[in-house]
């Protein structure tokens, strides 16, 4: 089966027990709530007297602002924007005041890239018109606490909350962290959160490799990842356990790519807290520390155009397919769900938990009801 997954990648404290709320209230500065299951981190950002969503993305080096928002000395020329999947021609502008909470964004970020962000209000389903990278970040702490839903800035860390990891930039920029798989296997990850997926990541092919020698695994299908540079089909191989540091990982799902990155689904097994001055970042395990990755098992792939979640493409020999559903069929109802009460990243993981799956679809004036078993 083939599953589509976003990543935007552009150019560009305290303690707790397990599950437990973290004690750093006398050190944070800032507190944005976020989705706590490991969705897309969506903060808003106020600029004009009016809120946008903007994605959290520790994997772009640069910010980024949909072609619509208002900036200050739009280039009229272009730069290269270059990221892990690719690179693009984009233009630059200054941000004005655009304020998370009581920070200001300007304050931190010069110049932001302008693209337009359709596909990626598309994939999530959102509307979204920013990314917020590498270059606002960069001189703060920060903590994602997804067990209680909460982005914080914190002004320092009391005590380490969690197993460290020195952290590094590479050469476009992007945070890496070095860790031991399977206790022998070095690698350096890129630390992702603007990675969207149900799966833990990307793996390099040698690392990859290395793992398959003594760890039991076997393909899961194949996904459409789309990054700066657009859409290429790639093969997922899901691992027994894979030992990440001092941590056992459950069933990971990996993709082969030139650079290993850890998702932000994969980050949200954890309390995760990164300390740019003091390059460290640490991770210590959350309630969805054994939650195991997903794979889409129907074969459809999906985009919302207009608040409507589309068809846009269906595998070969897929359970969807051999159902009599067409690309272009709206999902207007899932089970007694009215699709316009559902996320898009819930209907996802939907189409990747077995068992039968009721489906109501409209083409064009009729509803056609069907029955999707899923294995």
């Known amino acids: 089966m083939k599953y589509i997954f976003c990543q935007i990648l552009f150019l560009i404290a305290g303690h707790s027990c397990f599950g437990q709320k973290t004690d750093v209230a006398n050190y944070i500065i800032e507190v944005i709530k976020i989705p706590n299951n ?9 600029i004009s007297n009016k809120k946008y969503l903007f994605l959290f993305d520790t994997g772009a080096a640069r910010s980024a602002f949909d072609i619509r928002l208002p900036v200050k000395d739009a280039s009229l020329t272009t730069e290269l924007a270059v990221g ?9 502008g200054k941000p004005g005041d655009g304020y998370l909470g009581r920070m200001n964004i300007k304050d931190s970020i010069n110049n932001v890239w302008l693209d337009n962000m359709s596909n990626l209000r598309n994939s999530l389903g959102k509307e979204v018109y920013g990314v917020l990278g590498l270059d606002f970040i960069v001189n703060k702490i920060i903590q994602i606490d997804f067990d209680n839903g909460e982005l914080r800035f914190l002004d320092k860390i009391k005590e380490p909350p969690g197993d460290v990891y020195d952290l590094s930039i590479n050469k476009i920029g992007q945070v890496e962290i070095s860790a031991k798989l399977n206790d022998s296997i070095l690698d350096k990850f890129v630390v992702d959160t603007g990675f ?3 799966q833990s990541g990307f793996l390099k092919e040698d690392t990859s490799s290395a793992l398959k020698i003594n760890t039991k695994f076997h393909m899961v299908g194949d996904g459409i990842f789309q990054g700066i540079a657009g859409e290429n089909t790639q093969s997922f191989t899901q691992f027994d356990t894979i030992k990440f ?15 290993s990155i850890l998702s932000n689904y994969f980050l949200s097994r954890f309390l995760v807290t990164i300390d740019y001055s003091q390059k460290k970042i640490y991770l210590k395990p959350g309630k969805n520390y054994t939650k195991k990755d997903l794979y889409n098992l129907s074969g459809m792939h999906l985009l919302v155009d207009d608040k409507k979640i ?7 020999g897929s359970v969807s397919k051999k159902s009599g559903i067409l690309i272009g ?13 559902l996320d898009v990243e ?3 993981i939907l189409l990747s938990t077995p068992g039968d799956l009721k489906l109501t679809i409209q083409r064009k004036s009729k509803m056609i009801d069907f029955v999707l078993r899923l294995k």
Do not use: H, M, Y
């Open 329 to 341: 069929d709206q999902i207007f109802k899932l089970e007694t769900i009215e699709l316009a009460k």
């Open 84 to 92: 892990t999947s690719g690179s693009k021609e984009l233009r630059t």
């Open 245 to 259: 540091g001092d941590k056992l990982i459950k069933k990971p799902i990996f993709t082969i790519n030139n650079t």
């Open 346 to 348: 819930d209907l996802r």
């Open 38 to 46: 490991g969705k897309a981190i969506l903060v808003p950002i106020s």
């Open 196 to 198: 969207i997926s149900t």
């Open 310 to 316: 589309i068809i846009d493409g269906l595998d070969e």
